[in-house]
């Protein structure tokens, strides 16, 4: 089965704490992504990587640090200087982004964070 | 920044009618894509739609593209309870970065 996987479904972190939030894929995608979705709102991207070893900030990259030393791998760690990091956090990964006119992005079933 | 904006923000329907959601963005893009969301759940690729179109169906989704106006529409026709779910549309910029900016999304509730 190809797809995307992320662990775990819930996590609860008490205040001062860091977490990370694991995100794989077995689509052989290049890019990888992270938004974060708010109640009732649409998704704000947080980090995205191209390819292995490289990724960029997104529009709400304070207070998250990622990596990508796998191209099938790109954990998101929510670190204490994140204020207000309970939220509903979405990977998601897509296909060579460079130049191609059709891309899709395939998204993974999510990690619920509470702050307790 | 969140280009998007999707009206209405909820909606409510008898199962069979149509449900039609419009989305308006702001900038020039590559392509359009609109995403269904289920309650919890992570968001799955509904059909995309390019700067160069005006009109895709699939199935029982029909999406208008009007780069004149910045806005399209989503109509999903003889709709059903399992319907019922969020939509988002998504744009996707002239750079090669892959980067899509997703509306607020519309709540549709299709009752039977």
Same mark, same amino acid.
């Given at each position: 089965?190809?797809?995307? $996987?992320?662990?775990?479904?819930? =996590?609860?972190?008490?205040?001062?704490?860091?977490? $990370? =939030?694991?995100?794989?894929?077995? =689509?052989?995608?290049?890019?990888?992504?992270?938004?974060?979705?708010?109640?009732?709102?649409?998704?704000?991207?947080?980090?995205?990587?191209?390819?292995?070893?490289?990724?960029?900030?997104?529009?709400?990259?304070?207070?998250?640090?990622?990596?990508?030393?796998?191209?099938?791998?790109?954990?998101?760690?929510? /670190?204490?200087?994140?204020?207000?990091?309970?939220?509903?956090?979405?990977?998601?990964?897509?296909?060579?982004?460079?130049?191609?006119? /059709?891309? $899709?992005?395939?998204?993974?079933?999510?990690?619920?964070? $509470?702050? =307790? | 920044?969140?280009?998007?904006?999707?009206?209405?923000?909820?909606l409510s329907i008898q199962e069979g009618e149509n449900a039609?959601?419009?989305?308006?963005?702001?900038?020039?893009?590559?392509?359009?894509?609109?995403?269904r969301?289920n309650s919890? %759940?992570?968001?799955?690729?509904?059909?995309?739609?390019?700067?160069?179109?005006?009109?895709?169906?699939?199935?029982r989704? %029909?999406?208008?593209?009007?780069?004149?106006?910045?806005?399209?529409?989503?109509?999903i026709?003889a709709s059903r309870a399992a319907d019922t779910a969020?939509?988002?549309?998504?744009?996707?910029?002239?750079?090669?970065?892959?980067?899509?900016?997703?509306?607020?999304?519309?709540t549709l509730q299709v009752k039977p």
């Amino acid at each position: 089965d190809g797809g995307i $996987t992320q662990s775990p479904k819930y =996590l609860f972190r008490k205040e001062g704490q860091n977490v $990370t =939030l694991s995100c794989e894929q077995n =689509l052989n995608h290049d890019a990888m992504y992270w938004y974060r979705q708010d109640p009732g709102q649409g998704l704000r991207l947080i980090y995205y990587s191209q390819i292995v070893n490289d990724f960029q900030k997104g529009d709400i990259a304070e207070g998250y640090s990622v990596s990508r030393e796998k191209k099938e791998s790109f954990p998101l760690t929510v /670190t204490s200087a994140q204020k207000n990091p309970t939220a509903f956090y979405l990977c998601a990964s897509s296909s060579n982004p460079q130049g191609r006119y /059709t891309d $899709t992005q395939y998204f993974g079933p999510g990690t619920r964070l $509470t702050v =307790l | 920044s969140q280009q998007g904006e999707e009206d209405p923000q909820a909606l409510s329907i008898q199962e069979g009618e149509n449900a039609t959601m419009n989305c308006s963005y702001k900038t020039s893009i590559n392509n359009l894509q609109w995403y269904r969301q289920n309650s919890g %759940r992570g968001l799955v690729h509904l059909i995309l739609i390019r700067s160069n179109e005006r009109e895709k169906h699939s199935g029982r989704l %029909r999406v208008t593209l009007d780069t004149s106006k910045k806005s399209s529409s989503l109509l999903i026709t003889a709709s059903r309870a399992a319907d019922t779910a969020s939509y988002f549309c998504a744009t996707r910029g002239p750079s090669n970065t892959g980067k899509l900016i997703f509306g607020q999304g519309t709540t549709l509730q299709v009752k039977p």
